[in-house]
């Protein structure tokens, strides 16, 4: 008779998005929040890991004026809202859209809700941009390109990895 062999937990198979933070060698951690139940059990589960609800960001896919292809990245706290004036404003840009939900699979690779600055920048290449308020967070999440599932990483390496910049993305002071 053979020996039973203890089941090992299977771990969930990395997203690109965890594959080339490893390439990078810059340390994440995987969290899970159930936005798909709603914002409020997700932000508790925020809160019951211990991490600032402003830390969660949330990925915003907009078009810019400069031609059917202006497309742009902001990222801000999931709790905030976007100025989309003040944004083309900051970017010298005459008018800002929401880029369309139905199409954002054909423009970035991702369905609304997993749209993540790491795989934006590095499948797209589109100008990425985070909300001002958040510089001085020590760390963030993003998506891990999956609904659902996030990576909490330090702020400054997510910006050196794609090549992000700060900018005013609504005048409120508060987040």
């Not at 809202?81 to 083309?88: C, G, R, S, T, Y």
């Not at 390496?157 to 900018?167: A, K, M, P, S, Y």
């Amino acid at each position: 008779m053979g020996k039973k062999m203890a089941k090992k937990k299977k771990q969930p198979k990395k997203t690109n998005e965890e594959r080339i933070l490893d390439d990078n060698h810059i340390v994440f951690s995987e969290m899970q929040f159930d936005w798909l139940s709603g914002k409020e059990k997700a932000l508790k589960q925020v809160k019951e890991a211990g991490l600032n609800e402003e830390s969660i960001l949330k990925t915003i896919v907009c078009l810019g004026s400069d031609g059917p292809k202006d497309y742009l990245v902001v990222c801000l706290p999931i709790i905030s809202e976007i100025d989309l004036k003040m944004v083309a404003r900051e970017l010298g840009k005459k008018q800002i859209h929401l880029a369309d939900n139905k199409k954002l699979i054909k423009i970035t690779g991702y369905i609304h809700g997993a749209n993540t600055p790491i795989g934006i920048h590095a499948f797209k290449d589109f100008p990425i941009y985070f909300d001002q308020r958040i510089k001085d967070f020590p760390e963030v999440c993003v998506s891990a390109g999956k609904v659902g599932r996030s990576v909490r990483i330090k702020l400054n390496e997510l910006v050196g990895l794609v090549d992000g910049h700060f900018i005013q993305v609504s005048d409120h002071t508060q987040i």
